[in-house]
């Protein structure tokens, strides 16, 4: 089934540590992007990418690195992470003509 | 700044019409999205409009005016399942999308 798979589904770890969310999609799409969505706010963009090779900053880019080495893959790293990471994070594609997302399933992560 | 309005929560009955506002006010237009979120899964597209007017698909529609900077997402014959958050979502000049906080719907039989 064409999409885009995150991984891992939910995971709890220790501040400090380090964390990486993958992300792949088989629709060739050129942008993708990784949200954090928190109880009350809406969708906040953390880092995006326009095509393979390029990334940006997004709204709250901080404590937060991506790469985009080819066209399929996007990971987000947490080098060290912090209770206030605490979120769903939501990783998403958009089709080129028309700008449509299509999202993840998102992955859970707690930071005690 | 750039900011999106939806109300927090709004309730309705099964079968009965609803309407969710959504006003924005961002750097430039070039469209509005809806999305459906289902509690504790991804969001998922329902309409976009980037010129004036009603869209209809099915039991949704959803409105524009850009000269107002609103939009309203129209639900009709509501079914349970129509239970979710609905997000409202500009695109900038940039082509960046801004989100709404979202608006809770909760159907009661």
């Given at each position: 089934i064409a999409g885009i798979t995150q991984a891992p589904t939910s995971q709890i770890l220790a501040a400090g540590r380090r964390m990486t969310l993958r992300c792949t999609q088989d629709?060739?799409?050129?942008a993708m992007y990784w949200y954090r969505q928190d109880l009350g706010?809406?969708?906040?963009?953390?880092h995006y990418s326009n095509t393979a090779g390029t990334t940006g900053k997004g709204e709250v880019p901080d404590g937060y690195s991506v790469s985009r080495a080819n066209t399929d893959d996007f990971p987000l790293t947490l080098a060290s992470a912090v209770p206030s990471q605490t979120s769903v994070y939501f990783c998403a594609s958009s089709d080129?003509?028309?700008g449509e997302l299509f999202f993840g399933e998102g992955s859970r992560l707690t930071v005690l | 700044g750039q900011n999106i309005d939806q109300p927090t929560e709004m309730t309705a009955t099964e079968g009965a019409i609803v309407q969710i506002n959504c006003t924005y006010q961002t750097s430039g237009f070039n469209g509005l999205f809806w999305y459906q979120q289902h509690a504790g899964e991804a969001p998922t597209f329902l309409s976009y409009n980037v010129l004036d007017g009603l869209e209809e698909k099915g039991r949704f529609s959803s409105f524009l005016s850009r000269s107002k900077g609103y939009s309203y997402l129209l639900l009709k014959?509501?079914?349970?399942?129509?239970?979710a958050s609905y997000l409202c979502a500009v695109r900038d000049r940039d082509y960046q999308l801004i989100w709404g906080a979202g608006t809770k719907l909760i159907i009661k039989p």
């Amino acid at each position: 089934i064409a999409g885009i798979t995150q991984a891992p589904t939910s995971q709890i770890l220790a501040a400090g540590r380090r964390m990486t969310l993958r992300c792949t999609q088989d629709m060739r799409h050129n942008a993708m992007y990784w949200y954090r969505q928190d109880l009350g706010l809406g969708l906040r963009l953390i880092h995006y990418s326009n095509t393979a090779g390029t990334t940006g900053k997004g709204e709250v880019p901080d404590g937060y690195s991506v790469s985009r080495a080819n066209t399929d893959d996007f990971p987000l790293t947490l080098a060290s992470a912090v209770p206030s990471q605490t979120s769903v994070y939501f990783c998403a594609s958009s089709d080129d003509s028309t700008g449509e997302l299509f999202f993840g399933e998102g992955s859970r992560l707690t930071v005690l | 700044g750039q900011n999106i309005d939806q109300p927090t929560e709004m309730t309705a009955t099964e079968g009965a019409i609803v309407q969710i506002n959504c006003t924005y006010q961002t750097s430039g237009f070039n469209g509005l999205f809806w999305y459906q979120q289902h509690a504790g899964e991804a969001p998922t597209f329902l309409s976009y409009n980037v010129l004036d007017g009603l869209e209809e698909k099915g039991r949704f529609s959803s409105f524009l005016s850009r000269s107002k900077g609103y939009s309203y997402l129209l639900l009709k014959e509501l079914q349970m399942k129509d239970s979710a958050s609905y997000l409202c979502a500009v695109r900038d000049r940039d082509y960046q999308l801004i989100w709404g906080a979202g608006t809770k719907l909760i159907i009661k039989p």
